[in-house]
């Protein structure tokens, strides 16, 4: 095991690497920069991510990974003063080349947020918000949409009297599954998960864990987790971010039981975090 | 780590508890409170009793004086005031007698209450509410009918003494049947008839305008224009012996009053004058609040009488609200989208944040400003414009180019967009930006975003800020006396009539109304009263359409916010 060493082009030789396990690449990040302002918030990133896997990304508060996520879908366009470098590909698109359609390219790669956040709406309306921007206005598909997508988060059976009752009044748990089969109504192709439980108990938790764990067989999920039992649980892959570079990507065995850093082994035996 | 048990004592506060804990600060925030409450509930109070006394039927009395005259009437109020040369200090009764023309145009009168020999309140006495003059008091004495005998006028009475009571209250009846009657062919055919004349001469001054009065086109059309005009004249002579048949039979039906102390008046008077009777002496406890609240109710149903010194005000309680809606649909959309581009779209910079601070300016602009701004730019400038091109042919005679109720609308709509824009902003920045990117995540574009979860989620705010303005336009006033108030309008700005909205009509106005009859009455004393009510009225309106805002706001709150964190 070897310690980091100061000044790092930590992104692998081999330009872009394939993920891990043998999947086919999804998303690729290559060589992606990003500064707020004057602080340079990601450095040098570079990793892919495999079809119908979860990829976990850990890493002590502030290091990034959650900045590395919704630089994916360009989520981070909202916020000003922010530049950024070299590049991201969906399925070999790029997706920060100048006049890219990032709406379309949204649709492609659906979010969930680490604080559940339903729309002040009904259930249905929340769950077909996606279709309906599309201007998707046949009712059979929305109901079609409604039904999948529900089963599809493990929530049809609770709520399929009140469907049309306000998505506020279900519980937290229950809020963010909703919240995940709005993500999944519009079929993309990647499911971003911006830690999703860490607002919830751990019931709650469990079932999301359950669930991420069924959806990979339809999405590629990427997980932001504090939690490294769950990116234990759930990943197939998992990174390891630390202040700003991406320190080492594998296996999530590998990850844990031979980690390659000495950060890495700092971090998941908990001396740090 | 030191043992607690060793540690000194804290020093004890050397003002004591109650200094530390800042009581003389609370104490003064309470008081302060309480003066505040105070004088809402004072002003509310003055307003709503003062308003309600104006229709309590007070009882006639009957004073006999030491000289031996007779005073009667309502009793208004006692004063101890200071007259003569000497000034010394006397008490007196300040008595609201009627009677107005009898008795050389003034219906009040001061009397000295140590020249009072003895009071007393006779059941037999009625007031009389009248069309004109203000009220009467005193009894019966004949009812008549005139009919006209070779040629003389000559009266014949129906009824007197017990029975006369009895054959008034039938004529009035009748009289207002004739009245009803006489109304409708007034508003109705007759309205229709001569605004076809008017129509007419516009044309044929269009004509003279337009054709030269040696072309052969000139004769013809002038021909096809007299001969309708002349067709419209003969309708309308027709309708107007109608009117004037009704009127006729209105003189011939006449009613002798006695003063209240005996002596008869001096000639009958018609008895369509009359337009109720109360034996308010006889009346009950019950009888009082049940006549109290009819007087409330004709005054808030009926138009205004004798330069708005009597009746009601109806047309002022239309004016008003219809003023505050249309006010609102424009004010509302103006200043969302506003808000939403200098919130959502533009570029945050000192250009942006000198449209707010210009904003914000804006509602410290006195009201009259506004005013005549809206003289200039709505009335003259695009109502002038308006004229020209729409209605050329009714000109010099404006149409638009005059004050009118969609000109004060757009006046006020002006005045209060600052509290629109100032309110929406503030709803805007409260929408959580976890909801706005949800959206975004979910492929909404900005525009999506806004629109299907900002606007909503902002709405309950966005109300705030219209409830705010509705309240302070409905009860602004100086820019309307500039844009089209007026102090009594024939016609109200939405009827019947096609095309029902008549946005270039002057309309009538609560608040225009206060002023007219506080400070503009021929009769003071007589119409003090009034202003109390109309107030009243006023704030029961404002505080009307607050709360149906109100309402609307909390169902959308409730609707949006329960159980986010459940």
Request: overall charge neutral.
């Amino acid at each position: 095991m070897t310690a980091l060493p100061d000044s790092l082009p930590s992104a692998p030789e081999v330009s872009p690497p394939r993920p891990p396990g043998g999947a086919a690449t999804v998303l690729e990040v290559d060589h992606f920069n990003l500064w707020y302002g004057p602080t340079h918030a990601l450095k040098d990133v570079s990793m892919t991510i495999g079809e119908r896997q979860v990829t976990a990304l850990i890493g002590p508060s502030g290091c990034g990974k959650s900045t590395l996520l919704r630089s994916l879908n360009r989520l981070n366009d909202l916020i000003d003063n922010l530049r950024t470098g070299g590049d991201v590909r969906l399925r070999g698109d790029s997706v920060y080349r100048r006049g890219v359609d990032v709406i379309s390219l949204r649709k492609r790669m659906s979010m969930v947020f680490q604080k559940q956040n339903p729309f002040p709406k009904s259930i249905y309306e929340n769950v077909v918000f996606g279709l309906r921007v599309d201007g998707e206005k046949r009712k059979a598909v929305l109901d079609e949409a409604v039904e999948r997508s529900l089963r599809g988060s493990a929530l049809w059976d609770e709520v399929k009297d009140r469907i049309h009752k306000s998505a506020l009044e279900l519980s937290g748990g229950q809020q963010q599954r909703l919240c995940i089969a709005r993500a999944i109504a519009t079929r993309p192709e990647v499911l971003l998960m911006d830690e999703p439980c860490s607002a919830l108990d751990p019931i709650a938790t469990s079932r999301i864990e359950d669930l991420i764990v069924d959806l990979k067989r339809e999405f590629t999920v990427v997980i932001v987790t504090h939690n490294m039992q769950q990116a234990a649980r759930v990943a197939d892959v998992t990174a390891f971010m630390y202040l700003g570079r991406l320190v080492e990507v594998g296996e999530t065995t590998q990850i844990f039981e031979r980690p390659r850093f000495s950060e890495t082994e700092a971090y998941i035996t908990g001396r740090y975090g | 780590m030191a043992d607690a048990s060793k540690l000194p004592p804290l020093p004890p506060s050397p003002y004591g508890r109650f200094f530390r804990d800042g009581h003389p600060w609370i104490w003064t925030t309470r008081a302060v409170t309480a003066v505040l409450l105070l004088m809402v509930v004072g002003i509310v109070g003055i307003v709503v009793f003062n308003g309600l006394r104006t229709f309590w039927p007070r009882r006639l009395v009957r004073y006999e004086m030491k000289d031996g005259s007779v005073v009667v009437g309502e009793e208004i109020r006692r004063e101890v005031r200071r007259v003569g040369l000497d000034s010394r200090e006397q008490e007196e009764v300040f008595v609201r007698v009627g009677n107005r023309e009898k008795y050389g145009g003034n219906d009040f009168r001061w009397i000295v209450a140590a020249d009072v020999k003895s009071t007393s309140v006779p059941e037999d006495l009625l007031s009389f509410e009248r069309m004109e003059h203000g009220p009467a008091y005193g009894r019966v004495r004949q009812v008549l009918e005139a009919d006209v005998v070779d040629g003389r006028r000559v009266q014949k009475v129906v009824a007197e003494g017990k029975g006369a009571l009895a054959a008034l209250e039938r004529g009035i009846v009748e009289a207002a049947e004739r009245r009803a009657s006489r109304l409708e062919l007034q508003e109705g055919e007759i309205d229709t008839v001569s605004r076809a004349v008017d129509d007419v001469n516009d044309r044929r001054r269009w004509l003279a305008r337009t054709v030269e009065p040696d072309d052969p086109a000139f004769a013809v059309r002038k021909a096809e224009l007299d001969r309708e005009e002349a067709t419209l004249q003969e309708r309308q002579q027709g309708l107007l012996q109608k009117v004037g048949a009704v009127l006729k039979e209105d003189r011939r039906h006449l009613v002798l009053l006695e003063d209240g102390a005996g002596d008869p008046w001096p000639r009958p008077v018609a008895i369509s004058q009359v337009l109720r009777i109360d034996a308010v002496n006889e009346l009950s406890f019950v009888g009082r609040v049940g006549l109290c609240v009819a007087r409330f109710w004709r005054f808030l149903s009926q138009p205004p009488r004798e330069a708005n010194m009597d009746g009601g005000i109806w047309p002022a309680i239309y004016g008003t609200i219809l003023m505050t809606l249309i006010m609102t649909i424009f004010v509302v959309p103006f200043g969302v989208l506003a808000a939403l581009y200098l919130r959502e779209y533009a570029k945050q910079g000192w250009a942006i944040s000198a449209v707010r601070v210009a904003v914000n300016n804006l509602a410290g602009v006195p009201s009259i400003v506004f005013g005549v701004f809206g003289l200039g730019f709505f009335c003259y400038l695009v109502g002038g414009w308006v004229d020209r091109t729409f209605f050329e042919q009714r000109l010099p005679t404006p149409t638009f180019g005059g004050g009118g109720i969609l000109w004060a609308s757009l006046t006020l709509a002006l005045l209060t967009v600052p509290v629109v824009i100032v309110s929406t902003e503030e709803a805007l920045a409260a929408v959580p930006r976890s909801l706005r990117e949800a959206a975004i995540a979910c492929g909404a574009s900005k525009w999506q975003t806004i629109r299907r979860v900002v606007l909503p989620y902002a709405s309950p705010g966005i109300l705030t800020g219209t409830i705010l303005a509705m309240a302070r336009g409905a009860g602004e006033v100086a820019p309307l006396m500039l844009t089209g108030v007026i102090k009594l309008a024939e016609d109200l700005p939405l009827d019947g009539e096609a095309p029902f909205l008549h946005p270039e009509r002057k309309f009538m106005h609560l608040g225009f109304h206060i002023y007219d009859t506080g400070f503009q009455s021929p009769n003071v004393d007589a119409s003090t009263p009034l202003v109390y009510s109309t107030t009243l009225v006023l704030l029961g309106l404002v505080l009307l359409l607050n709360l149906g805002a109100i309402t609307l706001r909390n169902r959308l709150r409730k609707k949006f916010r329960t159980g986010v964190f459940g």
